[in-house]
C-alpha cells in the first residue's frame, strides 16, 4: 500500500504497478510465503505530451525521496513501443499487455477514494494457477526463455508450472 500510496502522490496520468508487482504478490501467497523482494517496482503511465527521460527520471527521484529503500523504474509507455519494435501504444494497459509472461502482463493502481483498479488483459487465471506462459499475441521466445532462465523464479516458487516457448 505504501508504493501505492507513493506512486498515486504523483498525479500521473494512466499509471499503474506493474509486472512483479502483482505478480509476485500472488505467488507468494500462493506458496504461503512472507513478501518476497522486489528487484524494482515498476511504475507505468502514459503521457503521450512529454516522452522526456529527463521527466521519468524525476519521477523516481520524488519516489525515492517517499520510499528510498524501493528501487523505482518509471517508464512513460508512449515512447517505449519504440524500443520493442511495436506499433505505437493506446495507453499504459495496452502496453502492459504486450508484455513477454502472461501473468507479468498485470498492474495495480489506487484511485482516489483508495479503489483499485487492475489492468490484466490476459485476466489473472494464470497468475492464480501458477502457470507461467509466452504471451501469445507478443511471442518473443528468445526473450521470454532468456528471463526464465535468469529469473529462476522456480526456486522462489517451485509450484510454478513453465510452460515452453514453441515459436519457431
Request: proline letters at 7%.
Amino acid at each position: 500500500m505504501a508504493c501505492l500510496r507513493a506512486v498515486q502522490t504523483l498525479n500521473l496520468p494512466d499509471w499503474f504497478i506493474a509486472a512483479g508487482f502483482v505478480r509476485n504478490a500472488i505467488w507468494d501467497h500462493l506458496h504461503h510465503l512472507p513478501m518476497t523482494p522486489l528487484n524494482d517496482a515498476d511504475v507505468v503511465y502514459f503521457d503521450p505530451n512529454d516522452c522526456s527521460l529527463v521527466t521519468e527520471a524525476h519521477y523516481v527521484a520524488l519516489l525515492q525521496q517517499q520510499l528510498p529503500m524501493i528501487n523505482w523504474d518509471v517508464k512513460n509507455q508512449a515512447r517505449m513501443h519504440l524500443k520493442h519494435q511495436h506499433l505505437p501504444y493506446k495507453n499504459s494497459a495496452d502496453a502492459i499487455s504486450r508484455w513477454v509472461e502472461v501473468p507479468t502482463c498485470v498492474g495495480v493502481r489506487l484511485t482516489v477514494d483508495n479503489q483499485f483498479i487492475f489492468t490484466a488483459a490476459y485476466g489473472l487465471e494464470h497468475n492464480w494457477s501458477l502457470h507461467v506462459s509466452i504471451n501469445p499475441h507478443y511471442p518473443r521466445p528468445a526473450i521470454y526463455q532468456q528471463r526464465i532462465r535468469d529469473k529462476n523464479w522456480q526456486v522462489l516458487w517451485p509450484r510454478l508450472i513453465i510452460f515452453t516457448a514453441d515459436y519457431s
